[in-house]
């Protein structure tokens, strides 16, 4: 397709268990990042990524969270020991320069 | 860190009305960026300003950078119910971390027909 896609959707997670978050951005984007919004509140930045390297992880809320990725495409934002405070809805953008194109999330329950 | 106060929290007009939404900041931003989001949806991006003092118009909105780079404002005229939903403003970083913007918390329009 031509937009960010993210899968899946929904997640319903069991407090304590892992849960993988898939992204995938625009062909040919260099840039992606990864966002969390919580409900009723603005998306905040967790992380940055520059082709495969990762440039920047000073928002991801603890060492649970780890997001890779490997071959400068495709990401995951990977949740390990879900806790409640983690439900909330996580958004994939990715940008050819400095405008984002946000893919439509996965939203995270965890009960 | 850098923080954007975005007033009001919520509007609900009629339809043919105008209303402005304002994005405020202590800190200077290299550009700003304004989205729509709707429900079960990501934000989409409106317009991006970069230039102190800029004005941009997108239809029937209306969208200016402060002077001073700390503040933005968004204008719609005559609502209608299509552009109900979620308007976000959100800057970008002044210097080496211009990639990571920093979101408000939105304004939720409601146009009423």
């Known amino acids: 397709g031509a937009g960010v896609s993210q899968s899946p959707r929904y997640k319903v997670a069991k407090r304590g268990q892992d849960v993988a978050l898939r992204c995938d951005p625009i062909s040919g984007h260099v840039s992606l990042f990864w966002y969390q919004q919580a409900l009723g509140q603005g998306p905040e930045f967790l992380t940055y990524f520059q082709n495969e390297a990762q440039l920047d992880k000073s928002g991801l809320p603890s060492d649970r969270f780890f997001a890779e990725r490997p071959e400068g495409s495709v990401s995951t934002l990977k949740i390990q020991r879900t806790q409640q405070e983690d439900s909330a809805v996580y958004l994939c953008a990715s940008s050819p320069r400095t405008e984002a194109f946000f893919g439509q999330g996965t939203r995270l329950t965890v009960v | 860190t850098q923080l954007l106060e975005q007033s009001p929290q919520f509007l609900s007009i009629q339809e043919g009305e105008n209303l402005t939404v304002y994005c405020n900041s202590s800190s200077v931003f290299s550009s700003l960026q304004w989205y729509r989001q709707e429900p079960g949806e990501g934000p989409v991006l409106l317009v991006t300003v970069v230039t102190g003092g800029e004005v941009k118009k997108l239809k029937r909105l209306t969208f200016q950078f402060g002077d001073a780079r700390k503040d933005s404002s968004l204008h719609i005229t005559a609502a209608q119910p299509g552009d109900t939903g979620l308007y976000l403003c959100?800057?970008?970083?002044?210097?080496?971390?211009?990639?990571?913007?920093?979101f408000g918390k939105g304004t939720l329009l409601t146009v009423n027909p």
């Open positions: 959100a800057g970008a970083g002044d210097g080496g971390s211009n990639y990571k913007l920093t």
